[in-house]
């Protein structure tokens, strides 16, 4: 009976999948009693029906759009200071203890991200979204991700790097990308659609639609078409 009802909120939540039967019903009672706990809590921050985790702090929430059965998971940041606002759409899951900074200096206002339906990464994420940062639907992403949506400016040697300003081009992920553990996406990336991304490598290109990609910094290793 529990599997069953486990199952049927599932797929009112917008999940495919189908409850492996050796999963036993301990555990689902126990993700339940959470998941309510969690939402609960969501709606005490933020006023919606969203999935928050224990210590995770929600800055200017009313930036911040979030779709259906969004998941927070604890100990994250969420800052919602940017000038565009933040997206989470449906089924959106962020890892325990990421961090999302919108706004990284007093001297420029942060864009922000935008994250599509059914897309995840894993925990310790870091969102450095002050440059922009959009990513598509279905994209699924390992633990230890980093974006990092600003450069500094270097070429003027009369001053101090820190003194020179950034550029901010963003960071743009399409849809449909498997993201390995422990990537590094710079300013400027963009990763086309249906694209492997493998474990480690540090993204700071343009990679067209169905490329596996990987290694430092990263290169075109093949087609998924092949």
């Not at 940017?82 to 325990?96: L, M, P, R, T, Y």
């Not at 310790?124 to 979204?129: L, R, S």
């Not at 901010?168 to 249906?194: E, H, P, Q, R, Y």
Request: proline content about 1%; overall charge positive.
């Amino acid at each position: 009976m529990i599997k069953n009802l486990f199952q049927k909120l599932l797929n009112k939540s917008g999940k495919s999948y189908v409850v492996d039967s050796r999963i036993p019903q301990k555990l689902i009672i126990y993700i339940l009693i959470r998941r309510m706990i969690m939402v609960v809590r969501g709606f005490l921050k933020t006023g919606k029906k969203v999935f928050i985790g224990n210590n995770t702090r929600i800055l200017n929430s009313g930036n911040i759009h979030f779709g259906k059965s969004v998941t927070i998971d604890k100990h994250c940041l969420i800052d919602g200071f940017s000038s565009e606002k933040i997206i989470f759409g449906d089924c959106v899951k962020i890892g325990a203890f990421s961090t999302l900074s919108s706004t990284s200096h007093m001297s420029k206002y942060g864009r922000g991200l935008k994250m599509g339906d059914n897309s995840a990464v894993g925990q310790f994420t870091e969102f450095g979204a002050a440059g922009g940062i959009e990513i598509g639907n279905d994209v699924i992403m390992g633990s230890y991700i980093s974006f990092h949506s600003e450069n500094h400016n270097f070429t003027d040697l009369s001053k101090l790097i820190r003194e020179q300003g950034v550029t901010s081009k963003g960071i743009k992920l399409g849809n449909n990308i498997w993201v390995g553990a422990k990537v590094t996406f710079l300013d400027g990336c963009v990763v086309g659609d249906n694209s492997v991304v493998a474990a480690g490598a540090v993204v700071n290109g343009i990679y067209p639609e169905n490329s596996i990609i990987g290694g430092v910094p990263a290169k075109v290793l093949k087609s998924t078409l092949e």
